[in-house]
């Protein structure tokens, strides 16, 4: 639990946004796989899978969580829906909740 404590500290100090980021996670990537803790390596291969995404993640303060938050919301609400009603009656519930 030590071996991960610490590269995980370094990893929640990335998240504070800074233009200066992409550059630290790709040294804490590097310093991640030449210390071996085998539960880091399937994190940093996800990192490393969508790094573009990543590296905006960590850069700019912006984010579109709202947005998804609704998109989830509506998913869920069809969900329930599945098979009953109409339009209509999905966007009253979307609508007036």
Request: charged share 20%; proline share 6%; glycine share 6%.
């Amino acid at each position: 639990m030590t071996e991960i404590a610490c590269p995980t500290g370094e990893f929640a100090r990335l998240l504070t946004p800074a233009e200066l980021n992409a550059a630290k996670l790709t040294d804490w990537i590097a310093s991640v796989r030449s210390a071996d803790p085998p539960h880091l390596h399937s994190f940093t291969n996800g990192l490393e899978l969508d790094r573009a995404a990543v590296d905006a993640g960590l850069a700019f303060p912006h984010h579109n969580g709202r947005t998804k938050a609704v998109n989830t919301r509506t998913k869920r609400i069809m969900r329930q829906m599945h098979g009953r009603a109409g339009l209509s009656l999905l966007r009253h519930r979307i609508l007036l909740p």
